[in-house]
């Protein structure tokens, strides 16, 4: 039985879960926020990682001035990195500057109130909290970021954890120093892990499903025209282009497409590409094999031989200590795990991600899906911290009253 009451539930205390919870306060709705500040990129992101999105596209949202990263670093200007450990650091700042009471302990489980009693759909969740609570809640946001969602390639799946892993599995990479590792996947999460292998004496060798490296381009905006500016289109959260900011500004537009062109849009806008920054330290140390597709992976005296197919046509093998997948996220209702099996099939869906209405509401009502769950319906910028602001706002403005 439900042991406390409140409006709002926010499940998760990363970018956009602090984010909806300072709207949700200013705007005076009772919600608890349940994880601690800034965890997954805490435990789960390499010691050493710098942030691929630019200071003005880092910010968390909150309806009053003087919270966003510039604020927290005044004078970090553009074309400068932020370090992991950096941006950690300001996401608890902005948690304390804003007066946001989270609650360091996990959700466990959500269930609807009417699920067990046979009533009609909504009715108020049933929040389990790993401290032995209940709260009873008349909305429930799901910030959950992406953890849930790492995606494994189907070749690796039966390798067991200690020889291969996801990415965002591994905070210390200092681990595998003098240790051969194959890092699967071309986007920044690989080439950044490669690198920080590399810089900590490991054997990385890069395993790329793509024929070459993509680069993206230095910041250039000072020497050009005004001309030649206005033809390069404004720089947004998402970089340069009429397009990209619509899709990084105006997501409610991406909204209206089709959800075939969203989902383009989610695969294809800022595809697979290194940081501009971080080219000068993809060294020699770094071997890089582009292939086809992977077709296997055998374990034999605790090490993996990977074996794929090269851009000839040719079979093709490596042996490693470990395997790293680099391989990105997606967003599946299904691995919601704290959703109850009922909460997650009343959830229709785009593909495998919720459908989300216009204040990202799922069809549960009283359901909100933030973030990379939310992609499908508003599109790429959802898959970063520029997102929160827009999803934040809506949100704010949709939830229902609690009914006590």
């Not at 601690?36 to 050493?48: E, I, S």
């Not at 020889?163 to 590792?181: I, N």
């Amino acid at each position: 039985m439900p042991t406390s009451s409140t409006g709002t539930v926010v499940v998760g205390a990363g970018p956009y879960g602090l984010s909806v919870a300072a709207h949700l306060r200013d705007a005076g709705a009772d919600c608890r926020i349940i994880g601690t500040p800034m965890d997954f990129w805490h435990n789960h992101m390499p010691a050493g990682m710098f942030l691929k999105s630019e200071p003005f596209a880092s910010s968390l949202s909150a309806p009053t001035a003087g919270t966003a990263f510039t604020d927290y670093r005044p004078g970090w200007r553009t074309g400068r990195p932020i370090p992991l450990d950096t941006f950690t650091a300001y996401g608890e700042w902005f948690a304390r500057e804003v007066g946001l009471p989270t609650e360091p302990t996990l959700v466990t489980r959500v269930t609807r109130s009417d699920d067990r009693a046979g009533g009609p759909a909504g009715g108020r969740f049933e929040v389990a909290l790993a401290t032995g609570e209940v709260v009873s809640a008349a909305n429930v946001v799901l910030a959950v970021g992406v953890g849930p969602f790492a995606d494994m390639p189907p070749e690796l799946r039966h390798l067991p954890d200690g020889v291969c892993g996801h990415s965002s599995e591994y905070r210390d990479l200092s681990a595998f120093k003098g240790r051969r590792v194959a890092v699967v996947g071309a986007g920044q999460s690989a080439l950044e892990t490669a690198v920080l292998l590399a810089e900590q004496g490991a054997e990385p060798h890069l395993v790329t499903r793509t024929a070459r490296l993509r680069w993206n381009a230095v910041p250039d905006d000072g020497g050009a025209s005004p001309l030649v500016r206005l033809l390069r289109g404004p720089r947004s959260g998402l970089g340069r282009g009429w397009r990209t900011w619509v899709w990084s500004e105006r997501p409610q537009y991406t909204r209206l497409l089709s959800d075939a062109a969203r989902a383009r849009l989610v695969r294809t806008t800022l595809g697979p590409a290194g940081a501009w920054w971080l080219r000068d330290r993809f060294g020699d140390g770094i071997e890089v094999t582009p292939v086809r597709r992977i077709t296997g992976a055998g374990l034999a005296g605790g090490r993996v031989t990977l074996a794929a197919v090269d851009r000839s046509g040719a079979p093709w093998s490596v042996t490693v200590d470990h395997v790293l997948a680099a391989t990105g996220f997606s967003a599946d209702v299904e691995r919601v795990g704290v959703l109850s099996p009922d909460l997650r099939r009343d959830v229709v869906r785009t593909g495998r991600a919720p459908r989300l209405d216009a204040g990202f509401e799922s069809s549960v009502p009283g359901l909100f899906f933030t973030g990379l769950a939310a992609a499908a319906s508003f599109g790429p910028v959802m898959r970063f911290v520029h997102g929160a602001d827009f999803c934040a706002r809506r949100i704010a403005r949709r939830v229902r009253p609690p009914h006590r």
